[in-house]
């Protein structure tokens, strides 16, 4: 009778793991199940937003282009949104955006490059973990910070060299937004040249190549492709750079090539119309969205080109 009940005991206690192994199966295979989902779900939520972002900008902009001609707001030279007899045309905006930035990439190019060039061959460890951390703190530095040492610092400091130079201008602005970009290139650049294999510098010294040589004739090829890819991605965030040119560069609407003057992006444009001053429904107040949509489609394009370079040079080790 003992061994009978000792049997039924067993029985039941295998019953009982069977039991609850197959809710711990269950269990399993569900959150195996689940989890893809959730984090499917997570992962859209850049796309749907990106898609909102755009659906947006692209309804409210076709209220624009259904007073003003797309060939007039794109080739127009003339932005008098204000005016009696208000013209739209974007060259203005575009103009300044490209100035400003192409200045600020010439700050940050070299600047940044050298920099990277410096932390991945010259430096050493214990100076390399000391100084990245510091040029990375350009980067934390709030950009409305930037414009206000532009237009209180920098301007001054141009003026009393260049006195022909505007209170407000372009130069200033750009300036500053390369030394805010350095962080950017240097960083990204560095990463690139750090990920060439050390066993191509050493074939290269041992073949009698100098330091300098192998940076430039090895290093830098090897690492073309990032390099790139950091320039373009430092130009899309001087295009996107709103607060310093907000502050420095002023609100002059001209079309010129002049740096000294006062200019005007399409990213201080858009803080100046959504400032209060125009109504919603107006025409000025779509003229907000169309110049959004471009910048929208022009930061696509370099984000596009990035990729591009960084697929088309990138070598495989």
Avoid: C
């Avoid at 005991?9 to 711990?24: G, P």
């Avoid at 206000?148 to 407000?168: L, M």
């Amino acid at each position: 009778m003992a061994n009978s009940d000792s049997n039924n005991n067993t029985a039941v206690n295998v019953s009982e793991m069977i039991a609850q192994n197959k809710k711990k199966k269950n269990l399993s295979n569900f959150t195996e199940k689940s989890v893809p989902v959730i984090l499917f779900l997570l992962a859209s939520i850049t796309v749907l937003t990106t898609i909102g972002i755009l659906y947006t900008l692209i309804t409210e902009a076709i209220h624009f282009f259904m007073e003003v001609p797309i060939w007039d707001f794109f080739t127009g030279t003339e932005l008098r949104p204000l005016s009696q007899n208000p013209e739209f045309g974007l060259l203005p905006l575009l103009n300044g955006t490209i100035i400003s930035s192409v200045i600020a990439m010439l700050v940050a190019g070299p600047i940044g490059l050298m920099s990277a060039i410096y932390l991945s061959e010259y430096a050493s460890d214990r100076v390399r973990r000391v100084l990245k951390p510091l040029l990375e703190v350009l980067a934390g530095i709030p950009t409305i910070v930037y414009g206000f040492f532009a237009f209180t610092f920098v301007t001054p400091i141009i003026r009393a060299i260049w006195p022909q130079v505007e209170a407000t201008n372009i130069l200033s602005p750009g300036l500053v937004m390369g030394v805010m970009i350095i962080p950017m290139i240097a960083s990204l650049s560095e990463d690139a040249m750090t990920s060439v294999p050390n066993a191509m510098r050493e074939g290269s010294l041992a073949m009698g190549a100098t330091k300098l040589e192998t940076t430039f004739k090895v290093v830098i090829p090897a690492a073309f492709s990032g390099i790139i890819a950091s320039f373009v991605l430092g130009i899309s965030r001087a295009i996107g750079e709103t607060m310093i040119v907000t502050i420095a560069s002023g609100s002059s609407k001209n079309f010129t090539f002049d740096i000294t003057e006062s200019m005007q992006t399409m990213t201080a444009y858009i803080v100046e119309v959504s400032g209060g001053e125009a109504a919603a429904g107006t025409t000025i107040y779509y003229s907000l969205y169309a110049v959004a949509l471009t910048l929208f489609v022009f930061t696509l394009i370099m984000n596009l080109l990035a990729r591009y370079v960084s697929r088309k040079f990138r070598e495989e080790y």
